[in-house]
């Protein structure tokens, strides 16, 4: 498997643990019986457990695009150590991003996660 996708990999591990992390801060101010129902009305969450679910959301919006740019990569035979450093840097910075947003550290959580789209774009550049 090419570092590129061991990256893709390893992202798509770090959304699952962040949803993970999303549901048992819900689960801690909603509890879970109100968790299994219908959800209608349900208070948003508040504190870590709302930047938890605000994290991986946001994870799943950068997840679909960085995978997009990796297997266009990979499938075109563009993959290379751009594109290997591309994906290694969105990982690691979107592995920062999730720990930096759920304590709560605004300005720095805003330069990792412009760091994660350096990484895309060193990818995206590969297919140009």
Do not use: C, K
């Not at 290997?84 to 330069?111: E, Q």
């Amino acid at each position: 498997m090419t570092p590129d996708l061991q990256m893709l990999v390893w992202s798509a591990a770090l959304a699952l643990v962040q949803m993970l992390v999303a549901v048992l801060g819900a689960m801690g101010q909603a509890g879970l019986p109100t968790l299994a129902g219908n959800r209608e009305g349900l208070a948003p969450a508040t504190g870590w457990a709302g930047r938890a679910q605000r994290a991986h959301l946001n994870m799943l919006e950068s997840l679909a695009i960085f995978a997009i740019v990796v297997l266009v990569a990979h499938v075109a035979g563009r993959a290379n150590e751009t594109t290997a450093l591309g994906a290694t840097l969105f990982f690691w910075a979107r592995l920062v991003y999730a720990a930096v947003y759920i304590a709560g550290i605004p300005w720095l959580r805003t330069a990792v996660w412009a760091a994660s789209i350096a990484g895309i774009l060193l990818v995206f550049s590969q297919l140009l």
